[in-house]
């Protein structure tokens, strides 16, 4: 909402320079989101009369005009079309200073050839309205010598602000200058709504039905006849200029100067363009239709809530009117329309047929309806007084349930409880009175709300309205004591960091990316329509750029990631993210939403280092390790073994298992994959949820360490080369039991030294005991009998031992 | 030196020994080598050495002699022992200092370092919010993001038909009427202020909770907008709670993150689920308030939106709002990140740039 102060100063004598008056209304509630200083002082032009126009010898489209400026004549140089003899326009005399010339004064100058005594100026030059099509043509009863600032004040400071949804009233000159009076004190001066009437009884010459009470609970109307359509004022259009609205004519004029005056919207109606001149508030029926005036034709339904004469629908009530029935040219006699409509109404309508317009922006958050009277009043006055129209006698005013104003009881403490303060009763009352809230004082302060305040419902509206009005600045602040015991980090919480701890220390860069994926993406990855990825959650409206079901898993967004990498440039990738992906469940239910990490690997292993002859690609075993790390740090025993997944490398992928649940798959993308995303060279990727490894973390446990140094032996089993690694492992731990404290696989060999089908897995294992006390015999005792066990259990071989 | 003097005065009337003195002595100062100091050793002090030879003549030599002799021969051997091992460390000493001169390194030439990553900008702005939090007693909350309607707007006293609805641009996933909302609608969450309902129903005051995460809006991507944002919410519900606790909670959560000097302020603003509400200003870091380009003249940044949790939202979850009070705020995580980085497109944060996130 833009307010012009030198508009605002006609309802409210307030005198604050506009910056102390911008904070005042920012730490009230209205925030004044932009100060802007507009035009210029108007010096130096006064109205003009043109005397005589003659050719410009040297150039078609110039004239020559002697003006006269109340005091003598002047002869200039004019190219303006509409110049005319015996016009009045704007005279700027030499050494004038306006808006166009930004800063600097009028010369007198030889225009081809031809020396102009002074320039006559358009609105726009002036900074009056935005029309720089000719020179501004001012009204009869403009006596030449007029200064024209008393006509048009052309400086102008505008606050424009922010409203908010509950505060319609404020979408106004008066709501606003109601603020300023509570907040300042000042003295409000509301607009006069008196009529001088005459001629016809306005109830003769039309008439008012509602059908729909509950859409329009008011319909209140003023008739004019005898109007003669024309260009309004210039201070008027000035004013509608700096409230960021176009000036037409003088009656539309009027009705969006009340609107932005009232906050009452208005629609004025050419009364012989009404059948039957009968105004009808109801339903649209069914195939009915309107072309309104932004020159769309809409097909109205049963819902739509429309202003129709007789015959036909005329507007859409509280939106916009039709264009069969607008004021045109020719219009002499015109209803003007003052309502009051129910604002889910109005909201519904202006959402299904996606129009918005001054009007229904007001109508929606809810309008004053003992407001409506006033401003077909107000409308009437002005175009009584600026179109030459004559009210006709009595209002029109259909009203039968008469809103009854509301009350509310507040308790002062409670103010002071919810504030923080320790306000009297007293100063509260007067607070609330100062936004003209009625107050009868007893324990409890009984109050009437004003009928424009439509927020005000319930105690805590009006302990809102008594902190804002107070001050928040003052009220002190405090710290409360927090949750104690509940306090903090949980366990879960704590672990869920030590992931991404683990992926950082490790040179992964965490990622962020959008939720959503293609549904084609799961048909590109090759999912399988049994697999739970496919359970894509589609969203209604979706966004083209980001995609239209909830991701199932983050492999897609890491991709793209990946490619807009690549093609910048980043060919070494190593990245995670940790978020959700989404499930769906049956319609009607809320989809399981898992949080999982997704790693992606490609290009050069760690940093590049000029002490490191060459730098090696990422494997899967950098996937591998970079997971069990993670496993390490939570204590989480996670296993792995072959698993299948159409997106990944046969042979070369592997799910991971807690107590036989897969908790994740790591393994090297599939190339064609690779592909189909635009990626080339080797990626690896790995997906885990977080939630059962975090379940399954176990707090460490003390083991008492010996004094003396473990036994360290090496060895080398051979095997069958089918034999998974980890059996062999997993055998030996098994064996091993108290003794054998670790057992780490250093080498894996097939060659020339062992026979074909075998492989040979070398170990380093350390044997210990907690009490120290483990002698080189004793350790050796154990190798042998674990050794003997792995030749039975596993048809292992020993190839050879090392004692270290 | 007092076994060189005593040396010397015996030796002054013995020509023959004061030459074996003299050829022993050059011998030990010609050593240039750790071998030629064993071959010195054996010279002057082997079974047929120049000393032993001394020792050797004590049995043919006159009676008065021989103590004289002697004490030449002893005292001949201890400083050619103390010399060849004075040479012998010197020497030492030099082979170290010449090896380490000659394995000098650039010690300008970059360190061997691990690769470390990067946490998302995002992230770390959350981390250290919700650490201020933490601090004051709060605990960590999350909800679903794809969140039913009744917990996104209507019991947070947002209900069908509000304008405030029409300023938020929603993601559907289900909608039983295009036209009308209706609480079972399903959608993504708009903001996370859902958890505030969610908690309160699960759980009983006192509460302190922060809860960051994903929100969304059906917004066209810009520099400005995302259709997708990272917001915390936190919420306190305990008795006795009012505006100064509000007040309080948030200067000290807005001066540990933008720093002691800021100066904040309160403006009466409106939320559906919060009353009395607030928007909250912190003087602009970049000009210290005089205006600048960053608070577009103003002096002051907005970060955050606040209020009393409204007695609606709190009947909603069954609580007494006469028995307890509460205050909410919540602020967008990228808002911050953006003023106080000086980034001026959103974008960048989802562009996932590794360009980008090393910086940080």
Not at chain 1, 260 to 277: M, R, S, T, V, W
Not at chain 1, 318 to 331: A, L, P, Q
Not at chain 1, 579 to 589: H, T, Y
Not at chain 2, 182 to 205: F, G, K, W, Y
Request: proline share 5%; net charge negative.
């Amino acid at each position: 909402m833009r307010v012009s102060l030198e508009w605002l100063s006609d309802y409210v004598e307030y005198s604050m320079p506009p910056g102390k008056l911008a904070d005042l209304l920012s730490l009230s509630g209205t925030a004044v989101d932009r100060v802007i200083e507009m035009g210029a002082e108007t010096t130096g032009v006064v109205v003009g009369e043109v005397l005589e126009v003659k050719d410009h010898p040297n150039a078609d489209k110039l004239k020559i005009a002697v003006v006269y400026d109340g005091f003598e004549n002047h002869e200039i140089v004019c190219g303006a079309p509409n110049l005319f003899v015996g016009m009045k326009s704007a005279f700027a005399r030499v050494g004038a200073s306006f808006s166009g010339l930004s800063g600097g004064k009028l010369k007198g100058a030889k225009i081809r050839g031809i020396a102009s005594d002074g320039m006559l100026c358009s609105g726009a030059e002036l900074g009056i309205n935005d029309d720089a099509s000719g020179i501004l043509e001012l009204g009869e009863g403009t006596p030449p010598g007029t200064n024209l600032s008393d006509i048009a004040p052309t400086r102008d400071v505008i606050f424009d602000l922010e409203i908010t949804p509950n505060r319609p009233d404020c979408m106004s000159m008066l709501g606003v200058a109601r603020e300023v009076a509570a907040l300042t004190g000042a003295r409000l001066v509301p607009p006069s709504y008196e009529c001088n009437e005459s001629g016809s009884p306005a109830g003769d010459l039309a008439k008012v039905i509602i059908e729909d009470l509950e859409g329009c609970p008011r319909y209140s109307a003023r008739v004019m006849t005898g109007i003669e359509i024309g260009p309004s004022p210039l201070w008027m259009q000035r004013r509608l200029v700096a409230a960021g609205l176009r000036p037409i004519n003088n009656v539309v004029d009027i009705t969006n100067y009340v609107l932005i005056e009232l906050g009452q919207p208005l629609h004025a109606f050419d009364l012989d363009l009404l059948a039957e001149n009968t105004i009808v508030v109801r339903k649209a029926d069914f195939g009915e239709q309107i072309t309104t005036l932004d020159g769309v034709e809409r097909q109205l339904d049963d819902k739509t809530l429309v202003i129709a004469d007789r015959k036909r629908p005329v507007a859409l009530a509280g939106i916009m009117g039709g264009e069969d029935s607008e004021v045109s040219g020719d219009s002499t006699r015109i209803l003007i329309e003052s309502a009051h409509f129910d604002p889910t109404s109005i909201y519904l309508t202006s959402k299904r047929l996606g129009i918005r317009s001054e009007s229904s922006s007001r109508f929606e958050r809810g309008s004053d309806p003992e407001a409506a009277p006033h401003g077909a009043a107000r409308a009437a006055r002005l175009m009584n007084q600026l179109a030459g129209g004559t009210i006709s006698r009595g209002e029109i005013d259909v009203y039968p349930r008469r809103t009854v104003p509301v009350t509310i009881d507040l308790r002062p403490s409670r103010a002071n409880e919810i504030l923080g303060t320790r306000m009297t009763t007293d100063e509260m009352a007067g607070i609330l009175e100062g936004l003209e809230i009625a107050v009868e004082k007893g324990e409890k302060l009984r109050t009437t709300v004003p009928s424009f305040r439509w927020d005000l419902e319930r105690e805590i509206d009006l302990i809102e309205e008594i902190g804002r009005i107070y001050g928040l600045d003052k009220i002190e602040e405090a710290i409360p004591v927090g949750g104690g015991l509940n306090a903090g980090l949980t366990r879960k919480q704590k672990l869920i960091g030590s992931i991404d701890d683990t992926l950082l220390a490790q040179g992964l860069s965490e990622v962020v990316v959008y939720s959503f994926m293609n549904e084609s993406d799961l048909d590109l990855l090759r999912i399988p329509s049994y697999n739970p990825m496919r359970r894509a959650l589609p969203v209604i409206n979706p966004l083209t750029e980001t995609g239209g079901v909830m991701r199932t898993t983050l492999l897609p967004g890491m991709l793209n990631t990946a490619l807009r990498n690549t093609n910048r440039g980043n060919r070494d990738i190593a990245i995670f993210e940790r978020g959700r992906v989404f499930l769906s469940n049956d319609p009607g239910e809320l989809p399981e939403e898992i949080e999982v990490v997704g790693i992606l690997l490609a290009g050069v292993r760690g940093l590049k280092n000029w002490s490191v002859e060459t730098n090696e690609n990422y494997d899967f075993f950098d996937l591998k390790g970079i997971m069990e790390n993670i496993s390490d740090v939570l204590g989480v025993s996670v296993s792995y073994k072959p698993e299948d997944r159409a997106y990944l490398a046969p042979g070369r992928s592997a799910g991971m298992f807690i107590d036989g649940d897969m908790v994740g798959v790591i393994g090297q993308l599939h190339p064609e994959i690779a592909g189909s995303y635009g990626l080339d060279g080797e990626y690896y990727f790995g997906e885990f949820m977080t939630g059962p490894l975090v379940e399954a973390s176990r707090e460490n446990t003390y083991k008492k360490v010996g004094r003396f140094p473990n036994v360290k032996v090496d060895i080398a089993l051979i095997v069958e080369e089918t034999l998974p690694a980890s059996t062999v492992l997993e055998k030996l731990t098994d064996l091993g039991a108290e003794l054998l404290v670790s057992a780490r696989l250093f080498d894996v060999y097939q060659g020339n030294q062992i026979p074909g089908g075998k492989k040979s897995l070398a170990f380093a294992l350390e044997f210990g005991s907690a009490d120290g006390t483990l002698t080189d015999e004793q350790a050796h005792g154990e190798l042998e009998r674990i050794i003997k066990e792995m030749e039975n259990g596993l048809g292992a071989e020993l190839r050879g031992r090392i004692n270290l | 030196m007092a076994e060189k003097e005593r040396l010397d005065e015996l030796t002054g009337t013995r020509e023959d020994l004061a030459s074996i003195k003299n050829e022993a002595f050059s011998t030990v100062e010609s050593c240039r080598t750790q071998e030629d100091i064993e071959a010195a050793r054996v010279k002057l002090l082997g079974k047929k050495g120049l000393i032993t030879g001394i020792f050797k003549s004590i049995s043919g030599a006159e009676a008065e002699e021989k103590p004289v002799i002697g004490e030449i021969g002893n005292l001949l051997r201890e400083l050619i022992n103390e010399g060849l091992q004075a040479k012998s460390e010197t020497m030492a000493e030099e082979a170290l200092v010449a090896s380490l001169a000659e394995n000098e390194v650039d010690v300008t030439l970059p360190g061997r370092k691990t690769a470390l990553g990067h946490k998302h900008l995002i992230s770390q702005v959350i981390d250290e919010i919700v650490s201020i939090f933490l601090g004051l007693g709060y605990r960590i909350e999350t909800g679903p993001e794809v969140e039913l309607d009744y917990y996104n707007f209507e019991a947070l006293n947002t209900p069908v038909y509000h304008p405030a609805r029409s300023l938020q641009d929603t993601f559907y996933i289900q909608r039983e009427d295009p036209e009308h909302d209706n609480s079972n609608d399903i959608l993504l969450r708009t903001h996370t202020s859902p958890v505030q309902v969610r908690v309160m129903e699960a759980s009983s005051p006192p509460l302190y909770v922060i809860s960051p995460g994903k929100a969304y809006r059906r917004d066209e991507i810009d520099a400005t907008h995302a259709a997708m944002f990272f917001q915390v919410e936190g919420f306190a519900v305990d008795k006795g709670l009012n505006m100064g606790h509000l007040k309080g909670t948030l200067e000290v959560f807005v001066r540990k993150l933008f720093g002691k000097d800021r100066k904040v302020r309160f403006r009466p603003h409106f939320f559906p689920f919060t009353e009395p509400s607030a928007e909250v200003d912190v003087s602009c870091f970049a000009c210290d308030s005089a205006g600048c380009s960053v608070c577009k003249g103003s002096g002051w940044l907005e970060i955050l939106g606040c209020g009393m949790i409204d007695p609606n939202v709190l009947k909603y979850v069954g609580y007494d709002p006469d028995e307890f009070t509460g205050f909410a705020f919540g602020m967008g995580a990228e808002r911050v990140a953006m003023m106080r980085y000086g980034i001026e497109d959103l974008r960048v944060l989802t562009e996932n740039d590794l360009r980008f996130l090393r910086q940080f």
